[in-house]
């Protein structure tokens, strides 16, 4: 029923407009939905869940298809005849990896329509990765992938929200930089204040440094090497990072050095200026009911950097329905198999990292 659908809707001459093509794909679904439905032996919530993933994946299927290959504009169908909302521009999140990115992008999506920002459907995490892009495309730079995807959320009226690692300045890169310039993109940098946390993670999730340096590798509680890299989050095995002792300093500095350079090469390639919102004031509110008016604080000034004025009451009640909803992060002796290394390297030669240590004691 499906293919049958897509097919029909591919040959029709001119397209199908937005509204036309979700809509029969989503009637198309629930048909497929009718059919299927009876023949499941043990339709339980585990299933249900499987099948609201795939109708999502679906109707974010329809909508790349729709914008890539030139769908119409929706404009009128949603907001009626003469009625044009403002055209928003896109919003980046400058944040590197083991940040709680993907939690960040999801609470900043679910947010960002409190203030009046209507967010194109596509603003996924990682655009500017081609893997990830359903605008790139082969031999071309992600300049010109971004561009279609600004222009395809500019004909909705819409905000094209992406969060990107790095910024930076290449070849493959350069194209891309430069139009979200002309496009007045807004950024906001996220940075995880705690650089021993960031190495950690980097290391148990086996993220390359960039320079080709190992950080480390690997242990179970037993000190055996493990690979379990990414999958480790969804695996019930305890994993330990072992840090390459000549190298944690210098690591440290690294990651430390993140938003200042972010900083220093948004104002280089002409962005507009950026906040720097550290994750540990992000997520103070879910350890502790105390520390609610320090994530608001910081989750207005994320969205000020974004160029929105935003109403810290909505935010406070936005963030309620989390508040004390998970224990705060442990000592390090349950994450790092040579502590006792880390820890004379950071009372010696890293003194100015040594705050970052949780003890057992405390």
């Excluded at 001119?14 to 979700?22: D, F, Q």
Aim: proline share 5%; charged share 25%; with cysteine.
């Amino acid at each position: 029923v499906l293919f049958f659908a897509q097919a029909s809707l591919a040959t029709k001459t001119p397209p199908p407009s937005l509204y036309t093509y979700t809509t029969a794909m989503r009637l198309a679904w629930t048909v497929a939905c009718m059919i299927l439905l009876p023949a499941v032996a043990h339709f339980d919530e585990a299933w249900v869940g499987e099948t609201d993933a795939l109708m999502s994946l679906l109707q974010v299927k329809a909508l790349s298809v729709s914008m890539v290959e030139g769908g119409s504009d929706a404009t009128a169908e949603s907001n009626g005849p003469g009625l044009k909302k403002p055209v928003q521009p896109p919003l980046m999140i400058l944040q590197r990896g083991c940040t709680g990115s993907s939690e960040i992008m999801r609470m900043a999506r679910e947010m960002l329509p409190l203030f009046g920002v209507d967010l194109y459907p596509l603003s996924v995490k990682e655009l500017v990765r081609a893997s990830k892009n359903p605008w790139f495309q082969e031999g071309e730079d992600m300049g010109t992938a971004m561009q279609r995807g600004v222009n395809a959320a500019k004909r909705q009226r819409q905000s094209l929200l992406f969060d990107n690692f790095h910024l930076k300045d290449n070849d493959q890169y350069r194209t891309m930089n430069e139009f979200m310039v002309r496009a007045q993109t807004r950024s906001v940098i996220v940075h995880r204040n705690n650089s021993l946390d960031t190495l950690i993670c980097d290391v148990r999730d086996c993220f390359e440094d960039p320079s080709g340096v190992q950080r480390g590798y690997t242990v179970d509680e037993e000190g055996n090497k493990i690979d379990l890299c990414f999958n480790r989050r969804s695996s019930t095995q305890a994993t330990l990072a072992h840090l390459k002792s000549n190298r944690v300093v210098h690591h440290l500095q690294e990651a430390a050095a993140f938003p200042e350079r972010q900083r220093a090469l948004l104002e280089e390639l002409g962005y507009e200026p950026a906040e720097t919102v550290l994750v540990e004031d992000l997520y103070a509110f879910e350890y502790s009911k105390d520390n609610l008016e320090q994530s608001v604080d910081a989750w207005t000034k994320f969205f000020s950097s974004l160029g929105l004025v935003a109403d810290s009451s909505k935010i406070r009640e936005y963030l309620k329905k989390d508040v004390a909803s998970r224990s705060p992060p442990g000592p390090h002796s349950k994450s790092i198999s040579n502590l006792k290394t880390v820890m004379r390297i950071l009372e010696t030669d890293g003194k100015d990292f040594n705050w970052m240590l949780r003890r057992d004691e405390e």
